[in-house]
């Protein structure tokens, strides 16, 4: 069945670097769109990134160009999101999907605190 695991989270001061990770399985990446979203405390879940199946073309939203990169490896089925350059408005949970950010499949989600 499709399960998709997130981690990398953590607590890191403004100006720091995460890089979080999704491990999925059940399928692969290289098949499916694979997007990250993320949703801030009181907050509506918001989209952050995505990468099609061909694995050329991304998409990143922009307030986070130039900061956060979006990529996967095919032989781990793993997808990632570096995260450069972090400030205080970039706390919140980020979960990973496979499709559309408010995909049915999606991950428990990794805590991301930036102070």
């Known amino acids: 069945h499709v399960q998709l695991v997130e981690s990398g989270g953590g607590l890191v001061q403004p100006g720091g670097s995460l890089r979080l990770s999704c491990a999925a399985s059940g399928f692969s990446v290289s098949d499916f769109q694979m997007t990250w979203a993320r949703q801030a405390p009181g907050k509506d879940l918001r989209w952050v990134s995505s990468?099609?199946?061909?694995?050329?073309?991304?998409y990143i939203i922009e307030f986070a160009k130039g900061r956060f990169f979006i990529s996967r490896d095919i032989a781990t089925n793993t997808l990632y999101l570096q995260m450069d350059r972090l400030t205080t408005n970039d706390t919140a949970l980020y979960y990973c999907t496979r499709g559309s950010a408010y995909s049915v499949y999606r991950g428990q989600g990794t805590q991301v605190t930036v102070s």
């Open positions: 990468i099609e199946k061909d694995g050329e073309e991304t």
